[in-house]
């Protein structure tokens, strides 16, 4: 019903101009010959209609995207056919005519000037209302973009000055957590070599956190070192996890040509890890990472927990989401599956 009412408003400016035009055009035309029909006008009225959104789609769909070239081979198709059924309509078969809408006329000889003139004023006057309809709608489009562009800055640089204060106070935190973990480290390392190999990995994942919250940390990283630091945490959680825990990963294509913002594939994971049952070897948590020429996709699936699982507000897939908004605009889909079992994350972006 929402689509429906969206549609009659789209459409009702539509509809109010071809009205008001068909009351002009039968007022202009009844001056001239008394005799005109309201039937004429109804009929000639839809073919006005088409030539205009004719045009109007070719202009849009082609020439909007810089195919100029086969935009100019529809519209000399669009005119080539339109030509011939004028032409029928007015020399009709037989050698019979129709002659301004009133005669039959037969045996009428072709005339350049009139054809001329007919193919004007049926199709020449709606095809230059299309050209301008399609120069302001262009430009329309260009100021909404500009608008729509400059709600994302500003947005961005509330999200910095809300997050800058909460990141210097958090600062003290990891940098001091850091130190305490690269000690441990040289310290563990003589006797205890799988310990130092965790906090190794605690405190390189520790540093990879801290730069990717820092304000002025870059704003993407390379695929590849992402999925680097999701192994690197899921090591971390193998190891100190009270239960087997079971992953598997499917990694196709080059991930070394694309970027991602940091922790992204990271924040899908954990999620995963908190809501997920990963502990059967035949259910695992499943991570298929694909790359194309100019696109590549994230889908994490996994099995969720029985009973009551741990509660969820979903905060995080939301500045997850937004953080892809900031980053690749319209250029990515985020979509999540839940069923009564598993549920799933897909993350599709085009480049």
């Not at 198709?77 to 050698?95: E, T």
């Not at 260009?142 to 909460?166: C, D, G, N, P």
Request: glycine letters at 6%.
């Amino acid at each position: 019903m929402k689509k429906l009412l969206l549609l009659a408003e789209k459409l009702r400016p539509h509809i109010t101009f071809w009205v008001i035009y068909g009351l002009y055009f039968y007022g202009m035309n009844v001056l001239e010959n008394p005799r005109i029909s309201w039937l004429t006008v109804i009929v000639t009225i839809p073919v006005f209609a088409v030539v205009f959104y004719s045009v109007l789609g070719i202009l849009v769909k082609y020439f909007l995207h810089g195919k100029h070239w086969r935009g100019a081979t529809y519209l000399i198709l669009f005119y080539g056919l339109s030509g011939l059924l004028i032409y029928y309509v007015l020399y009709g078969m037989n050698n019979t005519a129709l002659y301004y809408g009133n005669y039959l006329v037969p045996d009428r000889n072709f005339n350049w000037r009139e054809f001329v003139q007919s193919v004007l004023v049926m199709m020449g006057n709606f095809s230059i209302l299309a050209l301008l309809y399609f120069q302001y709608r262009r430009k329309l489009y260009a100021a909404e973009q500009k608008t729509t562009e400059m709600e994302k800055r500003l947005e961005a640089e509330k999200l910095k000055s809300r997050y800058e204060y909460t990141s210097l106070a958090a600062q003290v935190s990891p940098h001091i957590m850091a130190t305490i973990f690269d000690d441990w480290k040289k310290k563990a390392n003589p006797d205890q070599p799988e310990l130092a190999a965790i906090v190794e990995d605690t405190y390189q994942l520790m540093l990879f956190y801290m730069k990717a919250s820092d304000m002025d940390g870059p704003e993407t990283i390379l695929l590849q070192e992402e999925i680097q630091q999701v192994k690197r945490f899921l090591k971390i959680q193998h190891t100190s996890s009270h239960e087997q825990l079971h992953f598997s990963w499917n990694i196709t294509g080059n991930v070394f040509r694309f970027v991602v913002p940091p922790t992204t594939l990271l924040s899908l994971v954990k999620n995963a890890l908190k809501h997920g049952d990963l502990s059967d070897p035949d259910k695992p948590l499943q991570i298929d990472i694909s790359t194309g020429a100019d696109a590549f996709s994230l889908t994490i699936s996994n099995r969720l927990r029985k009973g009551k699982s741990t509660a969820s507000h979903g905060t995080g897939l939301k500045n997850l989401e937004r953080r892809l908004d900031l980053i690749f605009g319209d250029c990515y889909s985020f979509n999540t599956t839940r069923t009564d079992n598993e549920f799933i994350a897909h993350l599709h972006v085009t480049i």
